[in-house]
């Protein structure tokens, strides 16, 4: 699919939103544009900034079961977590410091793993209504860790990369690609920031002259903000749903 991003029309894109992500991606790449990718990227987060959450404050349903609230709370946190992670991104990858912009598209990928696990916890709660799973999944991600800081333990976050590459399949590819980068390997240190001279036989430290291009962080991360305002402008319907389920079920007025 050829893109001329001068005549892009609104049916094209369309198109573009409907296929895969792995399609979308291989196409991105083929008709990448740094300027044009920048500006994509800077408009995701100008609307993710005009939308930062609000105070999440419990209502009457919260004297019955803490639910509800606790997952509004979860999704509202996710959202500023990725805010600000991708803003800082992009930021460090604009002025050429591609691997701590990869680092970070890193952590914002993993954030979008961890909203992607959250709308199918609780699609599954609203059709199979398995409280225990839901419940315990709600409190391992907001208090889990991996350190016995807190009592409980905090899921694996590849295990929620696999789960939500089955409906996103490119993911994981993304997620692996970042991390060769994001790891001390070769693609993050000595390809990053040496540069051999054969004559001299000497390793010259370049903190950006060696950084990878632009390309392999932006488009990630403009990819991985796309995919979560999707996930959470989808999760707002299926909180809905749970907080009139509860609201049902204790037979309590629910207010919007």
Known sequence: MKIDWNSYTKEEEDKFNSLPLQEKLDILEKNWDDERAIELTSAQLASMEKSLPEPVSATKLALKTRIPHTALSLREVLYARMYDISAIAFDQLKSGNSIAGIIL??????????????????????????????????????????????????????????????????????????????????????????????????????????????????????????????QYNESAKTVDALYRWYANKYDIQYED
Do not use: C
């Not at 350190?147 to 990369?161: K, M, P, Q, V």
């Open 105 to 230: 598209t890193r952590a914002a990928l993993e954030t979008v793993a961890l909203m992607g696990m959250f709308a199918i916890r609780i699609r599954e709660y609203l059709q199979d209504e398995s409280e225990d799973k839901l419940d315990q999944f709600l409190k391992s991600s907001l208090l889990g860790s991996k350190d016995d800081s807190t009592e409980i333990e905090a899921i694996n976050i590849l295990t929620f990369i696999n789960r939500v590459d089955k409906e996103n399949p490119g993911l994981r590819k993304m997620f692996n690609d970042l991390s060769e980068m994001a790891h001390p390997n070769w693609a993050g240190t000595l390809a990053s920031y040496g540069r051999f001279d054969t004559k001299s036989i000497t390793l010259h430290i370049e903190r950006k002259a060696m950084q990878p291009p632009i390309i392999f962080g932006l488009l990630p991360l403009s990819s991985a903000l796309d995919i979560f305002a999707e």
